[in-house]
């Protein structure tokens, strides 16, 4: 008798608000950090210039520090983050 195949759980909704970054230079970091009693970093990446990310807040992230020149897109506009000139 073959396995059965194993079934995979996909939700049908997305839950949590999502950011778009693009590094406008190299070395662009995102840091996600936690939500709860204390606040603790969970996650990073790096980006290089023209690199695009798309993240998602999950239910355990309750923030993303962005450190570097970066264009930040939310469903609020468009932010430029790192320093200016």
Sequence with gaps: M????????????????????????????IIGLTRGKETK???SEKLDRGEVMLA?????????KIRGRAEVYTKFGR???GREG
């Design 41 to 43: 970093f969970h996650h």
């Design 56 to 64: 998602q807040f999950p239910h355990h992230t309750s923030a993303i």
């Design 2 to 29: 073959a396995p059965e195949a194993q079934e995979e759980f996909y939700p049908t909704e997305v839950s949590g608000d999502y950011i778009l970054v693009k590094a406008l230079e190299d070395g662009v970091t």
């Design 79 to 81: 932010v430029l983050s």
